[in-house]
């Protein structure tokens, strides 16, 4: 079955850092390129961040350039994403999305179940 | 990057057919052919409806269908059914210089 889960939410402080981690099982994780999308609570879908299979190709939204960083490891199976600087307004549930193929305009075919960040004093 | 445009609410009694627009800009929904439709049930993750404007991935039922004409996206739900009630965004893939993926505000379709 293939399966994305999602870990690393939790409550931390404005101008703190978290990291999230996806694992991926059931299908070739190298194949296929991975993104972050997140939702504010009540709100709509934000796409996040995104990596292509082999790492060469990294993209973020504007609201997350130079605070977020994604990363990948192959051989783990692995996505992951560093959150630093963290406000308020990163508060939502972060979903894991894999890309239907390599190319970076491929779109989302799995998703997890989320991992809820919540950035708060 | 500004979010794409889609319609607060639409609706619909079984059986009709139903049309959600999701307007771009020639940087994303104008400029590829990489729309794509997803559906969200509450509580639940997104799930792909249609990618590259028009195609269905399997599973998919046939009821589902996807345009695109200039900026302008759209996702058609013919026959409705009461389990079609749900969250509808739109998706594109764009080349902006720091954006790579734009969705829409997202649509709550009702089954009346």
């Known amino acids: 079955e293939v399966q994305l889960v999602e870990s690393g939410g939790g409550l931390v402080q404005p101008g703190r850092s978290l990291r999230l981690s996806c694992a991926a099982s059931?299908?070739?994780?190298?194949?296929?390129?991975m993104h972050w999308v997140r939702q504010a609570p009540g709100k709509g879908l934000e796409w996040v961040s995104g990596?292509?299979?082999?790492?060469?190709?990294?993209g973020y939204a504007d609201s997350v350039k130079g605070r977020f960083t994604i990363s990948r490891d192959n051989a783990k199976n692995s996505l992951y994403l560093q959150m630093n600087s963290l406000r308020a307004e990163d508060t939502a549930l972060y979903y894991c999305?894999?890309?239907?193929?390599?190319?970076?305009?491929?779109?989302?075919?799995?998703w997890g179940q989320g991992t809820m960040v919540t950035v708060s004093s | 990057q500004s979010a794409l445009t889609q319609p607060a609410s639409v609706s619909g009694s079984p059986g009709q057919s139903i049309t959600i627009s999701c307007t771009g800009t020639s940087s994303d929904v104008g400029g590829y052919n990489y729309v794509s439709w997803y559906q969200q049930h509450p509580g639940k993750a997104p799930k792909l409806m249609i990618y590259d404007v028009s195609n269905r991935p399997s599973g998919v039922s046939n009821r589902f269908s996807g345009s695109k004409s200039g900026n302008t996206a759209s996702l058609t739900i013919s026959g409705l059914q009461a389990e079609d009630e749900a969250d509808y965004y739109c998706?594109?893939?764009?080349?902006?210089?720091?954006?790579?993926?734009?969705f829409g505000g997202g649509t709550k379709l009702t089954v009346l």
């Open positions: 990596i292509s299979w082999n790492s060469g190709s990294i």
């Open positions: 059931g299908f070739t994780f190298d194949d296929y390129a």
């Open positions: 999305a894999k890309g239907r193929g390599i190319h970076p305009h491929d779109a989302f075919d799995i």
């Open positions: 998706s594109s893939y764009t080349s902006s210089s720091t954006l790579d993926w734009v």
